[in-house]
């Protein structure tokens, strides 16, 4: 099978962390006053997230025709819905759309494709339910901003009619497209369905953030806190909308009730750190800052993003050498072995980077990333037979 990933936005800063000392914000952290408008912005309900068109039913169904097993119902829903010949679907990581956009769009990002998957696999009868997997910090970057990711998978399980008919374990079948996810066993936990539009919101909020769109990503971040309180990256997303429009002490607020949901959200706690260093509260700031960095250190992907950004300054040595670190603390992911391809190419080691080229195609996780990386290895190809 393949393996889904599912990427939940939180925008975070980077920059220039013993547990620092919070105190327990009671405070407001909705400010609706400063975001005239907002409850004209349209916002998706539960039904027009999940809701399938009859194209796509038909589809879902199409699909496992003439399959009788309910595991090889799955694989074949699962096969088709992300083959290329069939439903074509491409990956975008700004396409958040619902289920049945997803469907007539065939581009989406992972959780899109997450919830079309789940609302086909309910219209075929089957039990699914997501699961949260708490992966280590991971950021990519989209318009100039950093943007930390979640992931989420699948659990599909037949409703039983007959218990001397049972064909799965009682943990259901598993449906996760990121194998690096799956293969290292992080921890799970399984989310209510709320809990998943909460989510969808989120990113629609991110992505309006990105656009400057800030009563769009206010209307959007309020929905998604109403909907689940305890989504801390909504939370921290809020916080961070509120010291761009500067509304401080809303943000600081924000970013205080993040944190008191989850205290591992090193986001939040950095983000709070650049407020305080801000508004001139530079011991809270420093204080912050080392807990963070102390944490993020042991993080393969920190160092990453780390790499990526001075990559994009040309500092190649810097990039090297947080790429390096990134290996030495996990060699199991394909972007630190592309990070040291694409840096030595810049240093004019074409050897040394045809080898971390090949090393990143053998650890990426679809067959897009196999060919993103074949291409890049057969230009090599050429710059060396020169």
């Not at 607020?253 to 001139?280: C, E, F, P, V």
């Amino acid at each position: 099978m393949q393996f889904l990933s599912v990427w939940l936005i939180s925008i975070i800063f980077l920059g220039c962390q013993s547990v620092p000392e919070v105190t327990v914000v009671n405070g407001d952290w909705l400010f609706d006053q400063g975001f005239v408008g907002f409850e004209d912005v349209s916002i998706e309900t539960e039904k027009d997230i999940f809701e399938l068109s009859d194209e796509a039913k038909s589809f879902a169904r199409a699909a496992v025709k003439g399959v009788f097993k309910p595991e090889e119902k799955i694989e074949a829903l699962v096969h088709h819905v992300f083959s290329r010949s069939d439903l074509n679907l491409l990956y975008r990581a700004d396409a958040n759309t619902v289920a049945t956009a997803t469907f007539q769009s065939r581009a989406a990002n992972c959780l899109s494709m997450s919830i079309m998957t789940f609302a086909m696999a309910k219209e075929l009868g089957f039990e699914v339910r997501f699961q949260d997997i708490e992966v280590p910090e991971y950021w990519t970057i989209r318009e100039g901003q950093s943007l930390l990711n979640r992931h989420i998978n699948l659990q599909i399980i037949p409703k039983q009619k007959n218990r001397t008919h049972f064909h799965f374990k009682t943990k259901g079948y598993e449906v996760d497209f990121d194998a690096q996810a799956t293969r290292q066993h992080f921890p799970k936990t399984l989310l209510k369905r709320s809990q998943v539009v909460a989510m969808f919101h989120n990113n629609n909020g991110a992505d309006a953030l990105l656009k400057k769109e800030y009563v769009r990503a206010y209307a959007y971040f309020r929905t998604a806190v109403k909907l689940d309180p305890k989504l801390s990256s909504a939370l921290a997303n809020l916080g961070y909308l509120y010291r761009l429009t500067g509304h401080y002490e809303y943000s600081e607020n924000a970013y205080m009730q993040a944190i008191t949901k989850d205290k591992n959200n090193l986001s939040a706690w950095r983000n709070l750190s650049h407020l305080y260093r801000y508004i001139g509260q530079d011991q809270k700031a420093d204080s912050i800052i080392k807990h963070v960095s102390s944490k993020r250190a042991r993080n393969p992907f920190f160092h990453i993003n780390q790499g990526d950004k001075a990559f994009e300054k040309h500092q190649w040595q810097t990039a090297l050498g947080h790429y390096q670190r990134a290996l030495r603390l996990n060699n199991s992911y394909h972007e630190v072995y592309f990070g040291l391809a694409k840096t030595y190419f810049e240093l004019g080691n074409i050897q040394r980077s045809q080898h971390y080229l090949k090393l990143a195609k053998k650890k990426s996780r679809t067959g897009q990333e196999q060919s993103i990386y074949q291409g890049k290895l057969n230009l090599l190809a050429r710059i060396k037979s020169r």
